[in-house]
């Protein structure tokens, strides 16, 4: 997904081997990414451009009238089975592909409004009402939409718009006596009822909860830093030849302490798997959802009803406001784009979209020294300092850095010495150039240049053809194209930057259905960022800080006590729970380029075949820690077993066969049978695993959430506390996995209304996760939510700490 599709990688790398040996050997020894641009852009060839033409065209991100009423249909059937949420869906899908101010799209906007109707989601039926209007709603159906209008002011309690709308309604009736006679029967009856509703209505007043706005301003940095922006007054920016860049600790820090909060400079949303197109295929149309259908295009928050871009399928908003905003700063250049940015995958996208939004910024001043480089790569104007070293890294690999650093700002920073969340800090990121493979670089700047050229073709068709819309015109006009080429070594440079310092933006999704009382998360990725200041932040295997998302805004909060002077520090993915030693050295050192010498890693190293205890077996006679490499023999000193460990693992792999069978009964709903089946598992795993093996955790996870669904609290609870004493073993008291246990605990004993017990575990849970997320996380708000209707339920039977 990050980078383009198989296709274009197998096509480029074939390409690259039928290269003359002197040609790969002038790209491999390239000094500048300009020489390596300019060298690979001359080898693209139309045919390669066509290549890629014809891959693009199978996604299909244009309007097309043939899509809606599919679309609308297949809506239609889903909400006769009541499945609204599924219907909302389709009939948005049906939105995006129709052309604006046509009856189609009013049409599957007036559907759509009826089935987020049903989902109670009445703030957004109004304006899904508006939208029907706007685009031309046939004036026959008009009665239908306007007392789904008045219906839903009356439940949101502003009854003067409801009565003004019934007017309307009332005026629309005796304009049109060609109305059934049993039509207007009905519409009557539920005309009287409305009238009623609002008389009750009438005197309760207004409140219009704005918690996002109020995340926002809670989440506000107590004390901004001078230095760095978007950062606390508890770090400050260091340098070292060895380290680089990165943050220390000016003072004792607390856990939970809200250290960085920056909005992502640029974010690319990962459009989920978009199928492509073949003629082999029965039909054209995909009825699955995709994160592209559900989350905002541009600032992420999930919707259900988004509003398409008037000239794409593919680019969707949450608000008319996200849509203008995207349009002024992005997507008028992307807009024709879209399958070829598709085919080149997120990281070139991303690569183009800093270009764009640099146009608005001190962008000149960059890239004319890039220029600079370009044209005589030895000019070095005074006021340019920090990116003349930044492009001296490039010239010369990073050797050159040392010495440097005593006269010169660190890189990134401005003339007063000020690092802030702006192009010029993006452009400093390190593109590692003399790390990628020839290959890969040959690929990236193989695709920059087709991009660039189909930019150029785009413009000049908007240029001499001109547009219908003269917004369209006015954000074409090419004031990047005379200088392409320039734009197209930035782009490499992002690209090449996007492998060590891309951001995953994440969220955390909630999973099972909704007859499944109680929900498991599972964080999903949901777009990728550049957040300077956050990269930043040096990797530890074993990190002192959590990251978590608001829509694009990253929050960095001290997960432990730091103390002064002590390095903040991030984890890149290979974190020490979840991988071994061996495993993550060879990420970090393949994807990112480093050796970590964090301490876990230290530690982990001088005893290699000493592999953590929670994938360690047990004897089955005795249950001690067995021990060795080939032939494992018991640890305890009076006992004399011994088993070969193939046997283990094959039995591991029994054991874990059998559990991914329950997975699947459980899943279909086969509860009883699922259980039996666990319990046998559980059974298994007791004879050759330790207790805080992970997947002793698991299954005692897996029979929580079978017993949670025949409504066995009691039983589901006691699992579920197993389960917990695992992750804790694993993960410590503290983790935010830790957290998320806790949280499903406390759903069960609230469901089984165990009042003190779901105190507790309620305040545990809110405890472990406010460190991590700070107070306007989703599942910290549903644990106040339950706090308060534990503590209102009338006399209670209170122990006597409380
Ligand atoms: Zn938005
Ligand atoms: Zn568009
Ligand atoms: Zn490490
Ligand atoms: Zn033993």
């Known amino acids: ?49 066509m290549f890629l033409k014809r891959l693009s065209r199978g996604y299909l991100v244009g309007k097309d009238p043939s899509a809606p009423l599919f679309y609308r249909e297949e809506g239609n059937r889903k909400f006769q089975k009541r499945d609204y949420m599924g219907a909302t869906v389709l009939y948005s899908k049906g939105v995006s592909y129709s052309r604006p101010n046509s009856e189609d799209i009013s049409l599957c906007y007036a559907n759509r409004s009826a089935a987020l109707f049903h989902l109670g989601q009445y703030e957004t039926c109004l304006k899904d009402i508006v939208r029907a209007q706007t685009h031309g709603y046939p004036e026959r159906l008009q009665p239908k939409l306007l007392l789904r209008k008045a219906e839903c002011l009356v439940t949101l309690g502003r009854p003067h718009e409801a009565s003004q709308t019934i007017s309307d309604l009332e005026s629309n009736f005796a304009a049109k006596p060609t109305l059934a006679a049993s039509q207007f029967q009905i519409l009557q009856r539920t005309l009287c009822r409305l ?3 609002v008389q009750e209505k009438e005197n309760l007043t207004e409140t219009s909860p704005a918690a996002l706005t109020k995340a926002f301003e809670d989440m506000d940095l107590r004390e901004e830093n001078e230095q760095i922006s978007s950062t606390s007054s508890s770090v400050s920016l260091c340098t070292d030849p060895l380290k680089g860049r990165y943050l220390v600790a000016t003072k004792d820090i607390l856990p939970g302490e809200l250290l960085v909060k920056e909005d992502a400079f640029v974010s690319v ?14 039909s054209k149309w995909d009825t699955r959802a995709t994160n592209g259908d559900l989350y905002c295009h541009r600032c992420l928050k999930h919707t259900l009803a988004p509003v398409p871009c008037d000239g794409c399928s593919y680019a969707k908003y949450c608000s008319q406001e996200c849509l203008q905003q995207a349009w002024d700063l992005y997507h008028s250049i992307e807009c024709s784009l879209g399958g070829l940015l598709l085919t080149l995958g997120v990281f070139c996208h991303i690569a183009l979209r800093s270009t764009l939004l640099a146009r608005f910024e001190e962008a000149g001043r960059v890239i004319n020294k890039l220029c600079g480089e370009i044209t005589n790569r030895d000019i070095c104007l005074p006021e340019s300092k920090n990116l003349a070293q930044i492009l001296s890294y490039d010239l010369g690999g990073e050797s050159k850095k040392k010495g440097k650093t005593v006269e010169t700002p660190i890189p990134g920073c401005d003339i007063n010495g000020k690092y802030e969340n702006n192009y010029n800090a993006v452009f400093s990121l390190l593109p590692h150039t003399g790390n990628h493979s020839p290959v890969h670089k040959f690929l990236c ?17 908007a240029f001499t053809t001109g547009l219908k819309s003269s917004k369209l015109k006015a954000a074409a006009a090419p004031v990047l194209y005379p200088e392409l080429k320039i734009w197209g070594v930035a782009m490499l440079r992002h690209m090449l930057q996007l492998q060590c310092n891309a951001q995953a933006i994440t969220t955390i999704q909630q999973t099972g259905s909704e007859e499944n009382l109680i929900t498991d998360s599972r964080q999903v990725r949901l777009a990728t960022g550049l957040f300077p200041v956050i990269s930043l ?26 103390k002064k002077g002590q390095e903040i520090l991030h984890c890149y993915g290979p974190h020490e729970s979840r991988m071994g030693v061996a495993e993550r050295r060879q990420k970090l050192r393949s994807q990112y380029f480093f ?16 592999g953590p205890r929670r994938e360690a077996f047990c004897c089955h006679r005795c249950r001690a820690l067995l021990q060795g490499d080939d032939v494992l023999s018991c640890g305890s000193t009076s006992c004399t077993e011994s088993v070969s460990r193939d046997h283990l693992v094959s039995e591991l792999q029994d054991l874990q066969q059998q559990v991914g069978m329950a997975r699947k009964l459980l899943r279909n709903g086969e509860l009883e049978r699922a259980i039996q089946l666990l319990l046998g598992c559980r059974h298994d795993a007791e004879s050759f695993l330790l207790a805080e093996h992970s997947m002793v955790g698991e299954i005692e996870d897996d029979l929580a959430q079978a017993y949670a669904a025949l409504g066995d609290w009691e039983k589901s609870a006691a699992h579920l506390q197993k389960s917990l004493r695992v992750v804790e073993v694993r993960h410590g008291p503290t983790s935010v996995e830790m957290g998320h246990e806790l949280f499903k605990l406390a759903q069960v004993f609230f469901n089984g209304f165990a009042i003190p017990e779901a105190l507790n575990t309620v305040q545990q849970a809110e405890k472990v996760l406010l460190v991590h997320y700070g107070p306007w996380n989703d599942e910290i708000q549903e644990l106040q939510k339950m706090k308060s209707c534990l503590l209102d339920l009338p006399p209670i039977p209170v122990g006597p700490n409380e």
């Open 269 to 282: 949303l990962n459009p989920g798997e978009m199928p492509l197109w073949h003629h082999g295929l029965e």
């Open 537 to 562: 932040l040096n990797h530890s295997c074993s990190p002192n800080t959590s990251v978590s998302f608001i829509s694009t805004v990253a929050t960095v909060r001290a997960s432990q006590q730091i």
């Open 445 to 461: 700047a193989l695709s920059v240049s087709a991009l660039c050229r189909q930019l150029e073709a785009a413009s000049l068709q």
């Open 195 to 197: 009238k009623v509703k």
């Open 1 to 49: 997904m990050d980078l383009p599709v198989d296709e274009w990688k197998s096509y480029v790398l074939q390409k690259w081997s039928l290269l003359p040996k002197s040609i790969q050997v002038t790209i491999s020894t390239a000094e500048t990414l300009s020489d390596i641009f300019l060298h690979s852009s001359s080898l693209l060839q139309p045919e390669d451009e």
């Open 595 to 610: 050796d970590c010498n964090c301490p876990p890693c230290e530690r982990e190293k001088q005893r290699p075949s000493q």
